[in-house]
């Protein structure tokens, strides 16, 4: 978000205050959002955006508003900024996870059941062909999965002497780096829970679960042909099949162009033997309208042994009650938040602490980002996957 648009999302007629910081962080906002304080905040924004383009210099900021309200009118700006930047950056996990929320940072666990939902049993009769009764069946329960969340965060300091000089070179980047740093967080812990340092992660991809794509082939047609066949064929705990309607497939950068031109094709041509002769079946390109495309850049790096930039995955739709991976945030702390250090020096001549000089030590003006997320690898069952070594 560009810092006039801030200007004019705090000053737009019709915005509550619930509608402007009802899902922010909230401590670095410690007062009432009074008509009067959103009136200082968009104040403080634009001479804000007035210093970062030049306009102005950067004593205006100190001699507009009292050294009271600027920390927290900046504060204010700060985490709007980082939750823009975190917004705007794409999330491709959460195409293939299931998004969870969690009340507190003890373990949670997640169950499965299955049964009642298999085909209907025959009624039996008691006499042949009279007063049949119909056949009891049981809920029964999975063996749970279970993941707590976790704080994530990092600190940054602006000088006291910044904030004097006329520059903010080193302040005006840094929402957006925090931004990212929130979302890259995720993503690379996402990415953990299903990829090991040789590839698929064997946790989640063995022989018992059944979902290694058959010899581990480069990505191609055919290979994402013996993907689906394997896995349309996963069944429940009844034997029962698991309905899949549409898959994404995650690839490493390395692999974008691969599935780009897969995905893009106006048709596929394949070979068929049929009786004495070889024929050849064309037919309109359906991958594209059963397939979504995730290109996931943390694959080559945690697979950093092997395999990162051949390995690729298939996941079925998350939403459909049986997610392969699911990624927790703690409720009311769903978004990055940001906070300020109070200051701990006083003036030898008394009266109240300048928030402004900073700590102590070295007059640093601080502020942290804090993000609280986990998560856990669920349904073996939704997901195959291919080293891509070809063996």
């Known amino acids: 978000m560009k810092m006039l648009e801030l200007i004019e999302t705090i000053r737009a007629e019709e915005a509550s205050v619930q509608r402007l910081f009802g899902k922010e962080g909230r401590a ?16 403080a924004a634009r001479l804000i955006a007035d210093v970062y383009s030049g306009r102005k210099r950067m004593h205006y900021l100190q001699e507009a508003m009292t050294t009271s309200d600027f920390p927290f009118l900046f504060g204010d700006i700060l985490d709007r900024q980082v939750l823009a930047a975190y917004r705007e950056w794409t999330a491709t996990w959460q195409r293939y996870a299931k ?3 969690v009340r507190d940072f003890r373990t949670v666990k ?5 049964g009642a939902d298999q085909v209907l049993g025959l009624a039996t009769a008691q ?6 009764e119909y056949p009891y069946e049981e809920i029964n329960e999975n063996t749970p999965y279970s993941y707590n969340v ?3 965060g990092r600190k940054i300091k602006f000088g006291w002497e910044v904030m004097i000089n006329d520059d903010l070179d080193q302040l005006k980047d840094q929402p957006e780096r925090l931004g990212r740093a929130a979302r890259r967080s995720e993503q690379k812990f996402v990415t953990q ?24 082939p480069v990505l191609s047609i ?3 042909q013996t993907g689906f066949k394997i896995l349309s064929a996963m069944k429940d705990e009844n034997g029962e099949p698991i309905v899949i309607d549409t898959v994404e497939l995650v690839v490493p950068p390395a692999l974008e162009i691969t599935a780009q031109n897969i995905l893009n094709a106006l048709q596929i041509e394949l070979a068929e033997s049929g009786g004495t002769s070889n024929q050849k079946l064309v037919a309109v390109n359906w991958m594209k309208n059963r397939l979504n495309l995730s290109v996931e850049p943390y694959i080559p790096i945690v697979a950093s042994t092997a395999n990162g930039d051949t390995s690729w995955f298939l996941f079925a739709n998350p939403d459909n009650g049986r997610p392969a991976l699911e990624i927790g945030f703690l409720i009311g702390h769903e978004e990055p938040e940001v906070f300020m250090k109070a200051p701990n020096q006083i003036r030898v001549g008394g009266g109240a602490p300048d928030v402004m000089d900073g700590d102590f030590e070295t007059d640093a003006i601080e502020h942290k980002v804090r993000h609280v997320f ?9 997901t195959v996957a291919s080293n891509g070594s070809g063996s």
């Open 28 to 43: 670095v906002r410690p007062r009432r959002r009074t008509p009067q304080y959103m009136t200082l905040l968009a104040e």
């Open 99 to 101: 998004r969870g929320r």
């Open 110 to 114: 997640r169950f499965s059941v299955y």
């Open 127 to 132: 006499k042949a062909g009279e007063k049949g």
């Open 150 to 152: 976790a704080k994530y």
């Open 193 to 216: 829970l299903h990829v090991g340092a040789s590839g698929p992660h064997a946790t989640l991809y063995s022989v018992g679960n059944a979902n290694i794509i058959t010899s581990n």
């Open 222 to 224: 055919a290979a994402l």
């Open 374 to 382: 986990g998560g856990a690898r669920m349904d073996p069952k939704m």
